[in-house]
């Protein structure tokens, strides 16, 4: 089915160590994003790749990095996990700029650091 | 700073029932807005888009609409079911040049309809 597929499902690290996390859309879309959701704080922008070969940080980029690695992929990395990034982790894309057209959604990865 | 609430955060109603979520924004120049279904451990589905210039969309059983002047938007559910039972959020696109980085998630309502 076409989509935003995100791997894995489910991770968890111990503080300190490093993971990188996938995400794959089919539908030609220019832009991506990676959130993350938290009890009762919504869901909140970590980075943004408006088209490919750009990045651009959100609203709480600090402890992760990202690559847009061509027009389908855009990965997000923890160099040193920490507890406060325990969280679940979506990836979206639309069409262009924006969300003039609305956002798809992976299903998410959700994350635990112990 | 654009707020986004949503309340009640959970609703419970028996089959059959229509119901209405609310949406309540604090900046009204925003460019849409938008519902989403969240289903326990998935990601989010959108439901419905409504431009700013638009007053209202419909899908299905679905109904949104838009007041910008009060900042709030509601969605109605006709004849729920069982199947509606999931976390519904609004999100609100700004008027700004590009805007999408600062697209606001309202927290969500949780439906629960009870058979």
């Known amino acids: 089915n076409a989509g935003v597929t995100q791997t894995p499902k489910f991770q968890v690290l111990k503080t300190g160590q490093s993971m990188t996390l996938q995400c794959a859309q089919d539908?030609?879309?220019?832009?991506m994003y990676w959130y993350r959701q938290d009890p009762g704080m919504g869901l909140r922008l970590i980075y943004y790749s408006a088209s490919e070969g750009t990045t651009d940080k959100g609203e709480v980029p600090n402890g992760y990095n990202v690559s847009r690695l061509n027009k389908r992929e855009f990965s997000l990395r923890l160099e040193s996990a920490a507890p406060s990034q325990t969280s679940v982790y979506f990836c979206?894309?639309?069409?262009?700029?924006?969300?003039?057209?609305?956002?798809?959604f992976g299903s998410g990865t959700r994350l635990t650091v112990v | 700073k654009q707020e986004v609430t949503q309340i009640p955060a959970a609703l419970s109603v028996p089959e059959g029932e229509n119901l209405v979520l609310n949406c309540s924004f604090t900046d009204s120049a925003i460019y849409n807005l938008q519902w989403f279904r969240q289903d326990p451990g998935k990601g989010l589905t959108s439901l419905l888009l409504i431009q700013s210039s638009q007053r209202e969309q419909t899908s299905g059983r679905l109904n949104a609409s838009l007041d910008k002047s009060s900042g709030r938007s509601t969605l109605y559910i006709a004849a729920s079911q069982p199947g509606d039972s999931a976390t519904y959020l609004c999100?609100?696109?700004?008027?700004?040049?590009?805007?999408?980085?600062?697209?606001?998630f309202g927290t969500g309502t949780k439906l629960q309809v009870i058979p």
């Open positions: 999100a609100v696109s700004p008027m700004n040049s590009g805007g999408y980085q600062k697209v606001t």
């Open positions: 979206a894309s639309t069409v262009g700029r924006g969300a003039r057209e609305g956002y798809t």
């Open positions: 539908m030609n879309h220019n832009s």
